[in-house]
């Protein structure tokens, strides 16, 4: 049974950094890619960042492109989410999940079978 447990979330304001950790059991971590989502109240939850099980392929939005770094460490089966000059705007619940299939590093949130509980950020102004 696949689980992902996010930790690192909290309250910071505009600027400052939060880093993101998503620990995964289940099954082997360096064979599937890892993606972060977010959640704002009232609006479907987006795509952030996703990564291949060897760290060969990344990907991001536009919005977090040069401040969000998406890494994992597959010896921890940890997959971390560093975020950087926060802005109000991304303020949101943060999942990590895993896809269905092995070796695919999608980015559609419906091609991903398993998340976490999320952790919530919040940024102040």
């Known amino acids: 049974q696949v689980q992902l447990v996010e930790s690192g979330g909290g309250l910071v304001q505009a600027g400052e950094s939060l880093r993101l950790s998503c620990a995964a059991s289940?099954?082997?971590?360096?064979?599937?890619?890892m993606g972060w989502f977010r959640q704002a109240p009232e609006k479907e939850r987006e795509f952030v960042a996703a990564?291949?099980?060897?760290?060969?392929?990344?990907y991001y939005t536009d919005s977090v492109k040069g401040r969000f770094t998406i890494s994992r460490d597959n010896a921890k089966n940890t997959v971390y989410l560093q975020m950087n000059n926060l802005k109000p705007e991304d303020t949101a619940i943060y999942y990590c999940?895993?896809?269905?299939?092995?070796?695919?590093?999608?980015?559609?949130?419906?091609?991903?079978?398993?998340w976490g509980q999320g952790t919530q950020v919040t940024v102040s102004s």
């Open positions: 289940g099954r082997t971590f360096s064979n599937y890619g």
């Open positions: 999940a895993t896809p269905y299939s092995i070796f695919t590093v999608p980015r559609n949130k419906n091609d991903y079978g398993y």
């Open positions: 990564i291949s099980g060897r760290s060969t392929s990344i």
